[in-house]
């Protein structure tokens, strides 16, 4: 039988955003697989509604590994799933011309973002692909 080793893996969400899933994706894919301090750059110097609240949720992440671990080098903690999942949607009605209206919805969005530490034995080397 194999032995499992247990990664220590922490997560924190942010659920209800005002924002829809698809705008918040464009970020949250940003961040997927970085380590995590380069994602709080990342995130620092992206230009889009949605980033500090993904950064917020990042960071409460990082926080929540810190209280779950007692020796957990923050340094290792790497991005290792973050993904947006669509929340309910607000319809509402907006007047039209001529006695009319029309129908919108007000997306919202639920977003997961787990931290875990690098295991020792593996490289995160991007650029080993061979396209060049």
Do not use: C, W
Not at 41 to 55: G, H, I, Q
Not at 71 to 83: C, T
Request: proline fraction near 4%; charged fraction near 25%.
């Amino acid at each position: 039988m194999a032995t499992t080793v247990e990664i220590p893996t922490a997560k924190a969400a942010a659920k209800y955003l005002r924002v829809s899933a698809q705008k918040a994706r464009l970020v949250v894919d940003l961040i997927r697989g970085q380590n995590a301090g380069a994602a709080l750059v990342t995130l620092r110097t992206t230009n889009k509604r949605v980033a500090p609240s993904v950064e917020k949720v990042l960071k409460s992440a990082i926080s929540n590994a810190r209280n779950k671990f007692e020796g957990i080098d923050v340094d290792s903690l790497i991005v290792s799933e973050a993904y947006v999942q669509e929340g309910p949607r607000s319809k509402r009605i907006r007047p039209a011309p001529m006695g009319r209206a029309y129908r919108y919805q007000r997306r919202t969005s639920h977003i997961v973002v787990k931290v875990s530490e690098k295991q020792k034995g593996t490289s995160s080397n991007k650029s080993s692909s061979g396209k060049g």
